[in-house]
């Protein structure tokens, strides 16, 4: 879920559903002295950037947060594709 390349929206997102995840990587941050930004810390890149996390899907979430699918999940006859499906260069769950 953690990307050098993703973008501070993304970041934003790990923030706001895996705080003790985003707040372990700043401080490997700190203990190695490198910063996933070449430039600026986590926190700097990710600054007041607006979340990602799309709150219409409840059942997403709680699958997102728990890492629980059920076979169901998988087949589907009418599947609608997660928020950030499909979406070019820009990737991640936005």
Request: proline share 5%; net charge negative.
């Amino acid at each position: 879920m953690m990307c050098i390349f993703s973008l501070p929206k993304h970041w934003a997102g790990i923030r706001e559903l895996f705080p003790d995840e985003y707040e372990a990587m700043r401080q490997d941050e700190i203990r190695l002295g490198f910063t996933v930004d070449n430039k600026k810390s986590l926190d700097e890149f990710v600054g007041d950037a607006e979340s990602c996390v799309v709150h219409s899907n409840p059942e997403a979430l709680r699958q997102l947060i728990t890492g629980q699918f059920s076979q169901t999940d998988f087949y589907q006859e009418d599947r609608t594709f997660p928020a950030g499906a499909f979406r070019g260069s820009e990737g991640g769950p936005c």
